[in-house]
């Protein structure tokens, strides 16, 4: 049989915490499939060069047999020629007592060269996911300076919210978190997202229901979604800071992963999030980037469609929306869109 064609991945800030923990599972097959080779292409600024080096030297030590290639750049142009997947990493994280949308000015700059880059160089194929902060806005950002390649390949990672919902909750209603199905993360990546249950099942079994009959009932399950799993969702990122000393490596890089693997591979399991761009579905206005439930469809996200929302949803939504309309305004005043 003949051997298949490798993906290119393009990285960037292959330097970085994420970018380390995320190499060895890309190259182990993890995100792509157990018989799918990789190209690594990994993308730094001069002053990270040396420590993706390092990563691409451990990568060679390691005898991964799915790796066919590992090339470190510091030119986006050399980086994401050929890209059928880029990972956009490379941006400054946040520290104790920032919001992830104080990071715009750090980082937006970053995301409009890189997608002209992709625009000009990379594959017809090109999916890209953005996990650099405030990732939603970045990629639309990104998306903007890259007018040849379809909106919908530019996406953003509310991935590791999802998970962290699914970890939450398996803890509530003590089943494994591979039985839970059916959760959503609205909007932006960021404090204002709206995690929603409504939908949501635990081995089959009605979500809220199951709260509800662990919690006194429904009123004391309404509290506990409220008071408690929603802010400690939106929040996770602030607490592992606070606990870590810094943001959120391991968890991040994992959800980087689920990501890309199912946007490619598919989701058998029923609907994930996906930060996308809108087509105006749930009133969220089209064009911004903002998480919904998505299926993949032929390795595309699709919105999952006819989903009930009810008033205390379309609030949580809507003011997660009204963020993400901030910061699109902020970034165009900024000369950036
Ligand atoms: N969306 C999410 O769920 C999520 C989760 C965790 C972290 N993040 C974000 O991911 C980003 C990276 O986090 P980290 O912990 O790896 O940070 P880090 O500081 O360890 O690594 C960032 C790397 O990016 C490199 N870099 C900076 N500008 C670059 C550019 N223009 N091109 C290429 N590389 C560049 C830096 O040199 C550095 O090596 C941060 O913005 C963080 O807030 C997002
Ligand atoms: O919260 C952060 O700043 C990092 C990351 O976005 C996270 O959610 O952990």
Known sequence: MAAKKPITVTLTGAGGQIGYALLFRIASGAM???????????????????????????LQDSAFPLLSHVEVYDDANSAFAGANVALLVG????????????????????????GAAINAVAADDIRVVVVGNP?????????????????????????LDHNRALGQLAATVDTPVGDIRGVTI???????????????????????????????GPEGARRWLAEQFIPRVAK?????????????????????????????????????????????????????VSSFPVDSVD?????????????????????SVAELVEERDAVRALGLL
Do not use: C, K
Not at 301 to 312: A, C, K, N, P, S
């Open 32 to 58: 792509l499939g157990p018989d799918t080779p990789v190209r690594l292409n990994l993308l730094e600024i001069p002053q990270g060069v040396r420590a993706a080096e390092g990563a691409a030297l451990e």
């Open 91 to 114: 941006a400054r994280p946040r520290t104790a007592g920032m919001e992830r949308g104080d990071l715009l000015t750090a980082n937006g700059g970053i995301f409009g060269p890189q």
């Open 135 to 159: 990732a939603n806005t970045n990629a639309l950002i990104a998306s903007a300076h890259a007018p040849d390649v379809p909106a919908e390949r530019f996406t953003a990672l509310t991935r």
């Open 186 to 216: 609205w909007g932006n990546h960021s404090a204002t997202q709206f995690p929603d249950v409504a939908h949501a099942t635990a081995a089959g079994d009605s979500v809220p229901a199951l709260l509800a009959h662990r919690l006194g």
């Open 236 to 288: 996770r990122g602030a607490e592992i800071i606070e606990v870590r000393g810094s943001s959120s490596v391991g968890s991040a890089a994992s959800a980087t992963i689920d990501h890309v693997h199912d946007w490619v591979l598919g989701t058998p399991d029923g609907w994930t999030s996906a930060a996308v761009v809108s087509d105006g579905s749930y009133g969220v206005p089209e064009g911004l």
């Open 299 to 319: 390795g595309a996200w699709r919105i999952r469609q006819g989903l009930e929302v009810d008033d205390f949803a379309r609030r949580g939504i809507e003011a």
